[in-house]
């Protein structure tokens, strides 16, 4: 089906880009538009204004500096997943960015436009949680910065008003001790996260000093696993200590105070107990138990 009318704008700045939001009280940005456009022709979104961020300058591309990796928002999956920058700075970037849809997708989807999207679905809410990103924001009253784990507060709702845009995530270079893994059941035709958990463990030898433990796509917003973290850490990492960790999470879900999906692609309770599967394999992948 075709879209219904709308007027095209295209933003020149960021900037400009929060002007036209704020002068037009319903309007969309547009990115990569692979979400949006089909919510646009199957009219469950009806816009009448659209702004294309698509030429603004500074939205775009990957530096390091210091600790911290800037990735703009507008910078697409494909170019994060064949940084070297990223690949040397944080792996797990750019495994989790190449692990999301296929090619098409990656060379358009943004970042960006993902977490505004804020499909339970997403990989990267999962990632950036577990890995302690922050997320700014740009709004009529200047930047804001929010932490990955507060951005997604329920399904296709972000922590965004109608005239602020994202633009830029950061996300820590990983230490030397530190191991990053994602492992996702994912959707067979769009590689969607049926059910992802991110892992991030600091490690003394074999011992886990700290970990950070987010799991998504079961849920409307990423869950970080506290109980997991708490069991983990102080721990010598082997397959028994891996298991009874990870047979917390559902503490964790339950704590959060969120409902488990079921839908026609897996019921709730098949998602809730794949959950702790996929969490296992991302440390086992992480501390070389187990290999993708
Ligand atoms: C077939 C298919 C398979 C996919 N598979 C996966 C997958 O495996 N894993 C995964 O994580 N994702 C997946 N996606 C999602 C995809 O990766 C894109 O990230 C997603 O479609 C949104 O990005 P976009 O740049 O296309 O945003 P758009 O569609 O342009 O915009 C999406 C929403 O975000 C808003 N927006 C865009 N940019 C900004 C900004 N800077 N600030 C504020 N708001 C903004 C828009 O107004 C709109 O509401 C898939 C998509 C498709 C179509």
């Not at 009219?43 to 698509?54: F, K, S």
Request: proline share 4%.
């Amino acid at each position: 089906m075709y879209p219904a009318n709308f007027e095209y704008l295209k933003a020149s700045s960021i900037a400009d880009a929060v002007r036209l939001l704020s002068e037009n009280p319903g309007a969309k940005l547009l990115a990569g538009g692979h979400s949006l456009i089909p919510l646009m022709r199957f009219r469950l979104a009806r816009p009448e204004v659209l702004i294309d961020i698509g030429g603004v300058d500074g939205l775009r591309g990957v530096t390091v500096s210091g600790d911290t990796i800037n990735i703009g928002a507008l910078t697409t999956h494909a170019t994060i997943a064949a940084s070297a920058d990223v690949q040397r700075a944080n792996g797990l970037l750019a495994e989790a960015a190449s692990g999301i849809g296929d090619p098409a997708v990656r060379n358009r989807g943004t970042i960006g436009g993902n977490l505004a999207h804020a499909d339970p679905a997403s990989d990267w809410a999962t990632v950036l949680t577990a890995l302690g990103a922050t997320i700014s924001v740009q709004g009529p009253s200047g930047s804001r910065s929010v932490a990955a784990g507060d951005f997604i507060e329920d399904a296709f709702a972000p922590a965004l008003a109608e005239d602020e845009l994202i633009t830029t995530v950061s996300v820590p270079v990983l230490a030397a001790n530190q191991r990053a893994e994602y492992a996702k059941m994912s959707h067979p035709a769009s590689f969607y996260a049926v059910v992802g958990g991110a892992v991030v463990v600091t490690m003394d030898g074999n011992r886990c000093t700290a970990a950070s433990v987010a799991v998504g796509g079961l849920t409307p917003r990423p869950v970080k696993a506290a109980s997991v973290e708490q069991a983990l850490s102080g721990t010598t990492l082997t397959m028994d200590s891996i298991a009874d960790a990870t047979s917390r999470l559902g503490d964790d879900i339950s704590a959060a105070g969120v409902d488990v999906i079921g839908d026609v692609f897996a019921s709730a309770d098949f998602r809730a107990r794949i959950a702790p599967v996929e969490v296992k394999h991302a440390l086992l992948h992480a501390i070389d138990l187990a290999h993708h």
